[in-house]
Structure formats: structure tokens, C-alpha cells
């Protein structure tokens, strides 16, 4: 049915009612331009004027809409810090302070080079009040400003009191984790054990770590549940930052920092371990000795000859391995 088509039978509807059966009434729109309305009486009304008006309204409708948008759109991207883009910053309720975001605000009070007694870290769920960075108008935490109404941040979160306009990142709440993350919903799920976020790749086959990510990163020691920088779950199912995991691998260290099992498939590495130590015999007094030692990889223990270079597991025949 077209536009046109819908308005006319929508003013038939307002002359004669909706029981056409019993009005026996019906339309015609006439060269686009007049619409006719002829009822079984006889009698002719041209709706054209009413039309006219709808169309009129709906005009009037649509102008104010798009002024709303231009509204809200205004310096989209233009403003924020080096961890948002967002359109406001915050008040800091610890320090009564103004800080572009928690992040910011953490940097400059949680310093080293801040007096340890004054030393102190925001929470998401503390803040209370924001500054629209166009109009500064300080209000209590919304999304759009009760001033200029300006959208303060495409991405909002009431809960975690998050703005940013760069939605590219993906952002959603978690309720598991009870922050938001990024990456987008439908690629992660929560698992309870481990009490983060997972990727759904990993969802029958990660081993659970309880609170895996509720600790320091072992190579930065930063807390790495609230990092912004990417996680990696390793194998073993602990996490670490990806560019400290990159740097072990610059300074060749292949094992978790935590627990010493391998974090990729090393069998490559072992099989030049084995032409190694076939081309290194130890001297005669040392052939027969040998060592107890421990599997970093598998956990089990065996009795083998004891090699300068390295002990290989009799059980999963990895070279992570130490004497016991």
C-alpha cells in the first residue's frame, strides 16, 4: 500500500468509520495531487487540505528530530582523554577534584611520587556528578545534558557510570563481572569460576581458574580485572597481559610465570632438543648417573640420565622439566 494509499484510507476512516462494510465507502486518489473520497450517499469530500496538514505535521515532526540529533551529535569524537572519547568529565567525590575519567584520576592520585598517606584510587560506582565539556553544566550522571543536550558518550552504562563515544571498542555490561567489557556480548561469555569474561571459543575446552583474573599480572603486576590492555588466557588458564606475554617470548621464556607449564605447542623446540643432546655425549663419568625430575607440563615425575643440557619427561617427552 502507498503513502498516499494509507493517509487517504486514514481519513476515510475519521468521515465514515471503521465498519466499511456497513458505510460502503471507498477512495480514490486522483493525479497524485487531490484526494477524492466518494461514500455510497452520493456524497464527495476532498481530503486534499487534511492531507495537506497530516503531511505537514509529520514535516514539523521530522525537523525537530533532526534537530534533537544535531543536538546530540555536537562535538562527537572531539573531546576526551587518552582512554575515552567522551563529551564530559567527572568529580572526583574522594578529592572533590575534576578529572577527564577514573583512569586519569587514578594516574595522578596513585603515583609514586604522591605522599603514600595521600595515595587513593576511584571507584566507577563513586562517581556522581559530570561536566558537560560543552556548556559546563555540572549535573548528576545521565547520558544526555539537562543544559545544551548534547550526548555525552554514544556508549553509556548507568551502572559502571561509563561514557564513550568510540563504540567501535564494542562495549557491553557484563552483570557476572558487574563492569563493563569490550569485544561485544555475542563473542564472550562469563564463567563463574573463574569469575570473568571468556572468549566463546574457549567455552567447553578453557581450564577454570578460580578468580583467574581477580590478581596482578605476573610480569607488570598490575590488577589485571580491571585493566584496559588485552588478556590473554593461557593454556594453563591463568592470564597475563598480551604484551608482556610478547615480551617473554622476545627474551625466549615459553612457560607461565605462575605455574612453569608451556604456554604454546613446543614439540618443534623439543625435537631440536633431542638432536642436541644427540650431539652433545657427556663424559664416560657422567653417562649412568641419574635424576629425579619433575614435569612442569604433565606433573609426573620420572627417573632419567642426567643431560647438561636437559632431562626429557619419560611420560609426555617435554623438556620442562627440573631435578627433584
Not at 486534499?48 to 543536538?71: A, P, R
Not at 568529580?91 to 592520585?109: G, S, T, V
Request: proline share 2%; net charge neutral.
Amino acid at each position: 500500500m502507498s503513502e498516499k494509499r494509507a493517509v487517504v484510507l486514514l481519513h476515510a476512516e475519521k468521515a465514515f468509520g471503521k465498519d466499511r462494510s456497513e458505510q460502503k465507502w471507498f477512495a480514490y486518489v486522483v493525479m497524485e495531487e487531490a484526494i477524492i473520497m466518494y461514500s455510497s450517499e452520493g456524497k464527495v469530500y476532498n481530503l486534499s487540505s487534511n492531507t495537506e496538514s497530516m503531511h505537514g505535521e509529520e514535516l514539523v515532526q521530522s525537523k525537530e528530530h533532526e534537530k534533537i540529533n544535531d543536538l546530540q551529535e555536537r562535538g562527537y569524537m572531539k573531546y576526551g582523554c587518552q582512554h575515552y572519547r567522551r563529551r564530559c568529565r567527572i568529580r572526583a567525590p574522594c578529592c572533590n577534584e575534576i578529572f577527564h575519567c577514573r583512569h586519569c584520576h587514578n594516574e595522578a592520585k596513585d603515583d609514586i611520587k604522591i605522599d603514600p598517606k595521600l595515595r587513593h584510587d576511584l571507584s566507577r560506582h563513586q562517581i556522581k556528578q559530570v561536566i558537560c565539556l560543552l556548556c559546563g553544566t555540572e549535573q548528576e550522571v545521565q547520558q544526555n545534558c539537562i543544559s545544551c543536550g548534547v550526548c555525552m558518550g554514544k556508549y553509556f552504562c548507568g551502572i559502571c557510570k561509563l561514557f564513550d563515544d568510540d563504540v567501535s571498542k564494542k562495549q557491553y555490561h557484563c552483570g557476572g563481572c558487574g563492569i563493563c567489557r569490550t569485544g561485544g556480548s555475542e563473542n564472550f561469555f562469563h564463567c563463574d569460576k573463574c569469575g570473568c569474561c571468556q572468549s566463546t571459543l574457549l567455552k567447553n575446552s578453557h581450564a577454570c581458574v578460580e578468580k583467574a583474573m581477580h590478581h596482578d599480572c605476573p610480569v607488570c603486576f598490575e590488577y589485571l580485572f580491571e585493566s584496559m590492555d588485552e588478556i590473554a588466557v593461557l593454556p594453563c588458564g591463568h592470564t597475563i597481559h598480551i604484551n608482556c606475554m610478547n615480551e617473554m617470548r622476545k627474551h625466549l621464556q615459553y612457560a607461565c610465570p605462575l605455574c612453569s607449564k608451556s604456554v604454546c605447542d613446543m614439540s618443534k623446540v623439543w625435537e631440536k632438543f633431542d638432536l642436541e643432546i644427540a650431539a652433545t655425549p657427556m663424559p664416560e663419568q657422567y653417562q649412568n648417573k641419574m635424576v629425579w625430575i619433575l614435569c612442569n607440563d604433565c606433573g609426573k615425575s620420572s627417573n632419567v640420565k642426567y643431560h647438561i643440557i636437559a632431562q626429557k619427561c619419560l611420560n609426555c617427552n617435554s623438556y620442562n622439566t627440573r631435578q627433584t
